[in-house]
């Protein structure tokens, strides 16, 4: 965890919000993005603090290359359905209703940016002669093949597995099926390669949207078509890692041997097992070398924090379609104010987490890009990635089956009608819409039963765990402790101190079917630049430590991995990031009609300038 101290307490006064601060050191080397003219920078007394404390688991025009679409048609005005100017739940910010689609004839290549050193890479997709694309179809009367933990295989599965990806490592380089070729697909999706079809100035980006659990789906389906292919075996089925679970939270054995297909020299050699990866930002308890009672114990609290994050980011925070996949992307739309228009509007909360968490821990600290894990470009060179989309896939299908009545997929078009194009194990290119792959079962495929503990990980209040404020309502009792503050004024740069602000809550009724969510908007940061940090309400201000994921305080986190766009270009990305609270307010039994919360941002790594922060209801 990041060091704290203390530092005098600096008072100022400004309309509109209140901001706390406290000094507070993340261990980072990101290069400043904000040197020329920060909004603000002072101190306050300490830093914040909280503490913490754990169930089972198609319409498409054929005869072209590429489809075309005239915007005309298509354009959308405000109001009603996807896009009421009321909804949160939608991102009722954008004009243009269009499917995305990548441009395959403008691929190019893809760029990874530091700000110092840039580098293009060639990531496009080989164009075979008289090849055509084809719609895809679910495969018809197939049995369901089972994905299994990958630290539950045995060796016969372990022997044909390698197999595979030896073969596919032995295809010729020009042959899409290729394990480079296809690594590169996720460098071009993800690495600013495409424009979308018929907007060639508009980059197209899978990640940090509505698009990212189906794009990585099927980039899965059809690597695991291609591997059964190569031995034979139409049934096969590609492991995922477990990192979900207690005995599933190291690096997989099977991706270790030096000898094997299987492993990828590009990774963090000081995160090999038996270190646990952490779901929260990636990082891990340094291990002593001989273990010790110490050892044993932040073991054990490693798996319970990675257990509440789990709670956090699949029941807590995701009780709605935009909150678990994200914002909605608009194809064909330029406006820099209309959200939806931005190739990164907003992730889920599982991308936006452990998914990025993992990316983290695996990749390599390797100067300045971080291959291969820690980089998107690089991160489909090494093996383990498929084995980790695997268990973000299966988030996807457990999510669905969670209670709540809103757990339930999209349906608008613009979302089911968004496609991508990938070759499949024939070396035909296919192209796939989201309506597609909504349900892995119609694809062939389903996961092993497993344990799923942080069914049973409910984060609780520190403030009860230690005797405070029992007897007396606690977002009171916190309230009443806050009567005089710093103030500031947006944008906020968050960099090396944590920051208090309280937020007004909305003043019109609550429905009975509304979730209150937490907005942070215009959050700026350097695409390049790996960042987090992490976010709580009403904490207690002991200031020795801020919260953690086991803390009802705790709401959760952003995060961003590097990746680049365009060499010597803008940047800069701008995202946004809701946080829901309606179950975190019950459970500090805060007030309803209390009519403000204050909320802490802690800075753990990188820098990031937020616009504007407020408290809306998603419907």
């Known amino acids: 965890m990041a060091s704290t101290t203390n530092s005098p307490s600096t008072l100022l006064t400004l309309p509109n ?16 993005i904000f040197k020329k003219k920060k909004p603000f920078n002072f101190n306050s007394k300490r830093v914040v603090s909280c503490k913490a404390s754990n169930g089972k688991q198609n319409d498409a025009d054929t005869s072209n290359f590429l489809n075309r679409f005239d915007r005309r048609d298509i354009l959308l005005g405000l109001g009603g359905g996807l896009y009421g100017a009321t909804s949160l739940v939608r991102d009722p910010f954008a004009l243009a209703v269009v499917p995305i689609e990548p441009d395959l004839s403008s691929c190019g290549e893809s760029t990874v940016d530091t700000g110092k050193t840039c580098m293009n890479v060639p990531c496009c997709p080989p164009k075979l ?21 990958a630290h539950l295989v045995d060796r016969d599965y372990l022997y044909k597995f390698e197999s595979a990806m030896e073969r596919m490592k032995a295809l010729p380089v020009d042959d899409p099926r290729n394990f480079m070729q296809q690594a590169n697909i996720h460098c071009a999706y993800c690495n600013g390669a495409y424009s979308q079809v018929g907007f060639p100035d508009q980059k197209l980006e899978v990640h940090y949207s509505w698009l ?36 599933g939270m190291t690096m997989p054995q099977i991706y270790l041997d030096p000898y094997s297909p299987l492993y990828d020299e590009n990774r963090n050699l000081e995160h090999q097992p038996d270190v646990l990866v952490n779901l929260n930002d990636g990082k891990s308890f340094v291990k002593p070398k001989k273990k010790d009672d110490f050892y044993e114990l932040t073991k054990r609290e490693q798996i319970k924090s990675n257990l509440y994050v789990m709670y956090q980011q699949m029941v807590r925070s995701s009780k709605t379609a935009s909150c678990f996949h994200g914002a909605a992307y608009l ?62 896939d299966r988030m996807w299908n457990i999510w669905k089956t969670l209670p709540g009545k809103k757990r ?11 496609s991508f194009l990938f070759y499949d194990e024939n070396a035909n290119m296919v192209r796939v819409k989201v309506r597609d792959c909504l349900d892995s079962k119609t694809l062939g495929y389903d996961y092993q039963s497993v344990d799923i503990p942080w069914l049973r990980s409910k984060p609780t209040s520190r403030r009860s765990r230690l005797g405070v404020g029992r007897g007396q309502d606690q977002g009171q009792d916190v309230a009443a402790r806050r009567k005089s503050k710093n103030r500031r004024s947006f944008p906020i ?5 944590a920051v208090r602000i309280e937020i007004p809550r909305p003043k019109k009724p609550k429905k009975k079917d509304d979730e209150e969510v937490l907005v942070l908007q215009n959050i700026q940061l350097d695409r390049n630049d790996s960042v987090q940090f992490d976010v709580s309400i009403n904490d207690d201000e002991d200031d020795d430590n801020p919260c953690k994921p086991e803390d009802a305080e705790f709401v959760g986190s952003f995060s961003n991995l590097p990746h680049g766009d365009n060499c010597h270009s803008e940047a800069m990305l701008s995202t946004n990031l809701y946080l829901p609270l309606s179950e975190a307010l019950e459970d500090l039994k805060i007030n309803p009609f209390e009519d403000s919360i204050v909320v802490t941002l802690v800075p753990k790594e990188g820098e990031v300038s937020i616009g504007n922060i407020k408290i809306d209801y998603v419907c």
């Open 17 to 32: 919000f209140s901001i706390q601060t406290s000094t507070f050191l993340p261990k980072t080397s990101q290069r400043s």
């Open 129 to 149: 002669k008289d090849s055509k694309i084809i719609d895809f179809e679910p495969p018809l009367g197939c049995k369901i093949r089972y994905r299994p933990a």
């Open 212 to 247: 990212f659990f189906p794009f990585h789906r099927m980039y899965l389906y059809f690597f695991e078509r291609i591997l059964g292919k190569l031995i034979g075996d139409p049934d096969f089925a590609m492991p995922f890692w477990n990192w979900d679970s207690p005995c």
């Open 331 to 392: 194809g064909g739309c330029a406006s820099e104010t209309d959200i939806g228009c931005t190739p990164e509007p907003r992730g889920g909360t599982i991308e936006n987490g452990a998914h990025i968490a993992v990316h983290k821990f695996v990749g390599a600290k390797n100067p300045p890009y971080n291959e291969d894990m820690g980089n998107f470009y690089s991160a489909g060179r090494d093996p383990l990635f498929y084995a980790h989309h695997g268990n973000v």
């Open 408 to 418: 339930r997929d999209f349906d608008e078009n613009v979302w089911l009608n968004s």
């Open 493 to 497: 740069v968050l960099d090396k101190v």
